[in-house]
């Protein structure tokens, strides 16, 4: 199956000199929702401006479905949409006339029921004749999905979707995107927001400098590159680990609160149950028994920072006992 | 050819005339009248005629030029500037539609409303003083050529333009002065010696001669060099904006 988008070696230099894209490689499925994950200046803006064909690329190629962008542009742009990262829309034409127009723009003959029903599922129904000043950001940001939807596009790329926009409304573009991939929508998005990436996307893509540091399933790469800990607090402080327990990777911290136990999450079959009934054995009694999982952001941020291997230590509470 | 692009791009720029009535047709037809007071009526009081015709008729053809110009460049320079300026211009360079397309579409827009602004001076100058046009295809095929032309240019200024100050750079400090020395108001054989052939010189002497033969038969110049050296213009600034979409420049980065 051809992939949505395949990028090979694709480099951008701008004029300034400056290398905003070290060659890169990267194939985006049909129908996913891939994420591509970066701090600012990363490389992700001109990544998606290039596929787009905002920007001319100094090296490499892309196919969007199988074709050239710059060979091929007439075929790949209609095949994409875009909602940039930044608000900019036409202030004084209304709701109705700029996504209306967008369509034309992309080649589509007029359709008022399809773009009836992108305004209706963006809950943009209401204000389809407001100028678009008078709109909130958010609303804003939902015209711009909207101009991006209006010509039914096979890819979108949504440029930092969430940026600036409140907690109800980012759930609500969450939920826009999954049923943008229940349509069959590829949907390629960037975002500096850990927790977005975590929450939507299939498969992840971490840049940094202009490179793609690592590309995976999440699942994967959260197992992969995640570490597990298990900590144990203790009914009684003990003032040293019995010896019956040595076998065990433990440390007692806390002064002598907690023992402590850290693993890779990939560890098939991690030494819980053992360790559990050794110490019972021993006559330690556990009051309280918590996992612990580096988050996504933990190993974002290891990646960026140059670790291979992520801290072990942990911040986010997966499980309480 | 994308037609769906084109005339997307035609009918957004057309509304937004629409939107700006005063400011697009009423406003240059009120300077127009206000031409034809102080030049027709006081100092045609003295000039009475020129080449036999009368004064106020002879200043027509300039003063429609005048407004085609700077019409033509104004709305088309504004037309890809604002885009650009508030970044809209995304979407254009996004879609799927080639640098031809969206000129016909810009620059056919700025053409059609200088067009129709130049013909709704032509009318209100035939109502104020008595007109005739001895070439009217002639008349017209000027007035579509130089509408478009100047047209291309101001897409050019506005591509050009970084910034509101370059935008009126252009049309201020150049194409004005060239129009009110181009002979608007006067027949280049009424300046002295050497300032006939420095005149020969400003390409806007030929458009306005050209056009202005259309009317009364009377030129300047031959009328086959005016029309010669209008598609020269033509020409030129449709190759100048096939090299700025070819590389690229100030469009992408």
Redesign the interface.
């Known amino acids: 199956m051809t992939d949505a988008i395949a990028i090979e070696r694709l480099e951008k230099t ?2 300034s000199g400056f290398q905003a894209l070290k060659p890169v490689d990267l194939a985006v499925r049909r129908g996913e929702i891939f994420a591509l994950l970066g701090p600012n200046g990363a490389g992700k803006t001109t990544l998606i ?1 290039i596929v ?5 690329p100094t090296g490499g190629r892309v196919l969007v479905e199988g074709h050239d962008i710059l060979r091929q ?6 095949l ?1 949409g ?1 909602v ?1 990262q ?1 608000l ?6 209304s709701v109705i ?1 700029t996504v ?11 359709d008022p029921a399809h773009i009836e029903r992108v305004l209706r599922d963006l809950s943009l129904w209401d204000k389809r004749d407001t100028q678009i000043r008078y709109l909130s950001g958010g609303m804003k940001r939902r015209v711009l999905i909207a ?1 991006a939807l209006s010509h039914e596009p096979k890819i979108l790329f949504l440029d930092e979707p969430t940026a600036g926009v409140d907690v109800e409304l980012r759930r609500d573009m969450w939920e826009i995107v999954r049923d943008l991939k229940r349509k069959g929508v590829t949907v390629v998005l960037t975002t500096h927001y850990i927790q977005e990436a975590e929450e939507m996307a299939d498969r992840i893509g971490v840049m940094s400098r202009g490179e793609l540091l690592v590309v995976d399933e999440k699942a994967n790469l959260m197992r992969r590159l995640g570490r597990k800990t298990l900590i144990l607090r203790l009914a009684e402080p003990l003032a040293a680990l019995p010896p019956a327990l040595s076998a065990y990777d433990l440390t007692l911290t806390e002064e002598g609160r907690t023992l402590t136990h850290a693993y890779a999450a990939t560890e098939d079959r991690p030494p819980v149950g053992p360790l559990l009934a050794d110490l019972g054995s021993a006559g330690v009694v556990v009051g309280d028994v918590e996992t612990r999982q580096s988050s996504l952001e933990d190993i974002f941020v290891d990646l960026v920072h140059g670790g291979d291997a992520p801290d072990s230590a942990p911040t986010t509470q997966e499980a309480a006992a | 050819m994308n037609w769906h692009a084109i005339r997307a791009i035609y009918f957004f720029e057309m509304a937004r005339t629409r939107r700006t009535l005063l400011q697009s047709i009423v406003a240059p037809v009120i300077s127009t009248a206000l031409y034809f007071v102080v030049f027709g009526a006081a100092i045609g009081g003295r000039i009475q005629e020129v080449d036999g015709v009368a004064y106020g008729a002879f200043i027509v053809p300039g003063l429609i030029m005048l407004s085609l110009l700077t019409q033509s460049i104004a709305n088309a320079s504004f037309a890809i500037y604002f885009p650009k300026f508030v970044g809209t211009i995304f979407e254009i360079l996004s879609a799927p539609i080639s640098a031809a397309e969206i000129v016909i579409g810009y620059v056919g827009a700025a053409a059609t409303k200088s067009l129709v602004l130049g013909l709704i001076i032509l009318g209100t100058a035939a109502l104020i003083v008595p007109l005739r046009i001895d070439h009217p295809g002639l008349m017209l095929l000027f007035l579509v050529l130089t509408a478009v032309t100047f047209s291309l240019l101001g897409f050019i200024i506005g591509i050009w333009a970084e910034g509101f100050e370059q935008l009126q750079l252009v049309p201020l400090l150049v194409v004005t002065p060239l129009t009110f020395l181009g002979g608007s108001f006067y027949s280049v054989d009424m300046l002295p010696g050497i300032w006939k052939t420095v005149a020969l010189f400003n390409p806007v002497v030929y458009l306005i001669s050209g056009f202005r033969w259309s009317f009364f038969s009377l030129s300047d110049v031959d009328v086959r060099i005016s029309l010669a050296a209008t598609f020269g213009f033509l020409f030129l600034c449709l190759a100048l904006v096939a090299w700025i979409f070819r590389t690229g420049y100030r469009l992408k980065k």
């Not at chain 1, 787009?52 to 001319?56: A, K, M, Q, S």
């Not at chain 1, 542009?73 to 209609?78: K, M, S, Y």
């Open positions: 701008y004029a401006s787009c064909g905002i920007v001319n542009a007439r075929v790949t742009r209609a994409i875009l940039p930044e900019t829309t036409d202030s004084f034409e006339a209306t127009f967008s369509r034309g723009l992309f080649g589509k003959p007029a101009k």
